[in-house]
């Protein structure tokens, strides 16, 4: 499978905000556009979460309601990535995101911490 290499995960305050990357580098040109992209989450103890999905033609289609009006997912098929802009953060905000693929891989996750 394709590998993600993602990135921009870190710590920050509440109300901060941080931009997650999320790159296919090795995905054949051209191809990249057909696939849906999604972010997801998973909080210590917690199950996976969705946390936004974005179409093909780049319409977001679904967000989780607890980052509705704070989080946007993008992407650029010319750069075959996705990314999630997170703006006021909150605490319950803090774990592991993973970007996911509609070819099926999954990013290796990076950790996103929202502390004072």
């Known amino acids: 499978q394709v590998h993600l290499v993602e990135s921009g995960g870190g710590l920050v305050q509440p109300g901060g905000s941080l931009r997650l990357s999320c790159a296919a580098p090795?995905?054949?040109?051209?191809?990249?556009?057909?696939?849906?992209m999604d972010w997801h989450r998973q909080a210590p103890g917690k199950e996976r979460e969705l946390v936004a999905r974005i179409n093909s033609r780049g319409v977001p289609t679904d967000y989780a309601d607890s980052v509705k009006g704070r989080f946007t997912i993008s992407r650029d098929n010319a750069k075959n990535t996705v990314y999630l802009q997170m703006n006021s953060l909150k605490p319950e905000d803090t774990a592991v995101y993973y970007c996911?693929?509609?070819?099926?891989?999954w990013g290796q996750g990076t950790q996103v911490t929202v502390s004072s």
């Open positions: 996911h693929a509609g070819w099926g891989s």
């Open positions: 090795r995905f054949k040109a051209g191809d990249y556009v057909r696939f849906v």
